[in-house]
């Protein structure tokens, strides 16, 4: 352990959270340090690692996973960009592919965001659909037309029963 790192200056070399602050910043860390620190379970880490070639860690006797700092913080990123900003692992795979671990960062960073003037738009626009889902039915239909639509919405009805039974 080195005694001349303020455990201050450890939070501000790091983005994330480890649970063992107490340890140097550049200290190899546990699979359950990693996982507790990130809050991810074990076995996302094990299966990242089949994912993405570029997180490896050291594994000693026993098979037990040391990360380095620098897995430690490619992890971090690939949470950031899976669970935050909407990438798929095949995006996060061709960002790496294409750009390297230290585009993750900027990725995370530069992921565009919902233009407000489409945010605008998108608010207008439903509480006018949800006023036409409660409309009070047309009079003015045919007996015809209306027999016609009792029909299709009880076969979407029986269709719809058949998928919940299904398990859909």
């Known amino acids: 352990m080195n005694e001349g790192v303020s455990s201050s200056a450890s939070t501000q070399s790091s983005p994330y959270s480890l649970s063992n602050e107490s340890k140097s910043p550049t200290a190899f860390r546990t699979i359950s340090e990693v996982a507790e620190g990130l809050a991810l379970p074990q076995h996302v880490l094990r299966f990242w690692e089949s994912k993405f070639q570029q997180i490896k860690p050291l594994k000693r006797g ?40 230290a585009s993750l960062s900027r990725a995370a960073i530069n992921t565009p965001q919902i233009p407000s003037t489409l945010q605008t738009t998108a608010q207008q626009t439903e509480p006018a659909l949800s006023a036409k889902k409660y409309a009070p039915p047309s009079t003015d239909l045919s007996p015809d037309k209306r027999r016609e639509i009792e029909g299709l919405l009880a076969e979407l009805k029986s269709i719809r029963k058949v998928l919940q039974q299904g398990g859909f």
């Open 62 to 101: 026993g098979g037990r996973r040391y990360y380095r700092p620098e897995d430690v913080k490619i992890i971090h990123d690939i949470k950031d960009l899976l669970y935050n900003q909407g990438f798929t692992i095949r995006g996060v795979q061709k960002l790496l592919r294409e750009n390297g671990a």
